[in-house]
């Protein structure tokens, strides 16, 4: 089983509706990121969180590290947000990040 | 900062040939990662180093695969000889320590394709 997990793994919704992805983990952290990857870009921080809920823009992120899951949230989606986004968790004892395999959104017009 | 550099941004090469990536990371960050990403598997972690020493590289997936991070500003990715299997995006990533979460900033990635 992956230390990271994430759904759903594929998302289609359309435009202006709200959207929830989930990640779960199963190993104690420091620090938990979700990323954003645009179709053959790069990628990019969006958040770190290590207790309850951040916001930018349209985009929120919370976490519950009792239960060992975190959501992000887009309000009011739009086309610009299709991309992946990836959990992944800090672990401060290593220096790496665990990943999740990602969740590949489609927002359409 | 110009944040971390990968070249080349594209490679193609046929089977059988040598491969070598290069990594700047970020000035004054001494962590830094390689990692390679498929459709298939996401993104793995092949190895990182801590000060220019080589921490973990247990994702390299086997000899034909080697990196080096001779300086503080520079790390290569070689495989020798490369397969098809190989073709994947390779990034590579850099962080600073001491910052608490582990937040990192990735490279613009190679984009490798074997024939």
Known sequence: KNEVEQSPQNLTAQEGEFITINCSYSVGISALHWLQQHPGGGIVSLFMLSSGKKKHGRLIATINIQEKHSSLHITASHPRDSAVYICAVFRGSQGNLIFGKGTKLSVKP | DAGV??????????MGQEVTLRCKPISGHDYLFWYRQTMMRGLELLIYFNNNVPIDDSGMPED???AKMPNASFSTLKIQPS???DSAVYFCASRKSGTGGGEQYFGPGTRLTVT
């Open chain 2, 5 to 14: 550099i990968q070249s080349p941004r594209h490679e193609v090469t046929e």
């Open chain 2, 64 to 66: 034909r695969f080697s």
């Open chain 2, 83 to 85: 397969e098809p299997r």
